[in-house]
Every structure is written in C-alpha cells, then in structure tokens.
C-alpha cells in the first residue's frame, strides 16, 4: 500500500514558479512509476507529466513541455514538479498518482489514468494576475 501527500500548491502571479512536492509512505516507492495530473474546474482530468521509477525517463504534455520538470528523489520517498514561467491556463488541483511498472511501459500509458493504483488528494495551484 502507497499513500501520497502532495503539497506546494498556492497563488502565483503570471510567470512565476511553484514547486509541488509529493511525499509516499511504504516501502515500494521507489519501484513505481509516478506521475503528475491536474484537473481545473469543469473540465477531466489531465497528465501533465511522469517519469520512470530510476527516474531514467520522463514524459511531459505538451502543454508543459519545456516549462515543467518532473524528478524524484528515491531516498526521500518523495517526486517533485517544478513549474517555471505558469500561465493563467495552469491553474487547476494537482494530484501526483503512482503506478507499477509493469503497467507503464510506453509513453502511452503514463498518459493514462487507469493505470495509475494510488492517488494523494491534491494541491490547488491558482495563476493570477
């Protein structure tokens, strides 16, 4: 059994940077893969990015490609997402989720939702001039 606490979120103005942590409790951290979504009001809920449990790939829509990194920290138990120059259209609640490898392998499937088992509650992130 993994547990995720994602914290971080808050209000940035336009252009700034946030950085969400994601800690997990339990000994099998560091074998899933993780993943970040998000989710704004009205709309489903989206990837935004993921990365392999030796943190050897990573994955990013294309909407943060270039903006956003994703990276993890084994020893911590903990992946974190820094996100640089945010826009209004960032604004959402952040989830991180983890999956087991087995379920990941292809860019694909770090896309999809099903196959991630556990999910944290969420941190709101609001981009506001």
């Known amino acids: 059994q993994v547990q995720l606490v994602e914290s971080g979120g808050g209000l940035v103005q336009p252009g700034g940077s946030l950085r969400l942590s994601c800690v997990a409790s339990?000994?099998?951290?560091?074998?899933?893969?993780m993943g970040w979504f998000r989710q704004a009001p009205g709309k489903e809920r989206e990837f935004v990015a993921g990365?392999?449990?030796?943190?050897?790939?990573?994955y990013y829509s294309d909407s943060v490609k270039g903006r956003f990194t994703i990276s993890r920290d084994n020893a911590k138990n903990t992946v974190y997402l820094q996100m640089n120059s945010l826009k209004l259209e960032d604004t959402a609640i952040y989830y991180c989720?983890?999956?087991?490898?087995?379920?990941?392998?292809?860019?694909?499937?770090?896309?999809?939702?099903?196959?991630?088992?556990?999910w944290g509650q969420g941190t709101q992130v609001t981009v506001s001039a």
């Open positions: 989720a983890g999956a087991h490898p087995d379920e990941v392998p292809t860019t694909k499937h770090y896309m999809s939702l099903p196959v991630y088992d556990y």
């Open positions: 339990g000994r099998t951290f560091s074998s899933y893969a």
């Open positions: 990365i392999s449990w030796s943190a050897d790939s990573t």
